[in-house]
């Protein structure tokens, strides 16, 4: 699952910001409510694996 770097152009503050194909929502600071954000791709954030199903403690991993 891809992340954006982004940045809050009202506040300053900077935050990473999960993206969904398809989904055209804008990224909203979460500091202070703004929409005036700006984004870039973050290559590095790439979130890749298993899924997050099987990152939780103690969940089983498929049929024993």
Do not use: N, W, Y
Request: aromatic residues 4%; contains cysteine; positive net charge.
């Amino acid at each position: 699952m891809p992340t954006d770097q982004c940045r809050c152009q009202a506040c300053g503050h900077t935050f990473v910001h999960l993206t969904f194909k398809g989904d055209d929502t804008p990224a909203v600071c979460p500091k202070c409510k703004s929409r005036d954000v700006e984004s870039r791709a973050d290559q590095e954030g790439f979130m890749a694996g298993p899924g997050l199903g099987s990152r939780i403690a103690g969940a089983p991993k498929g049929p024993s």
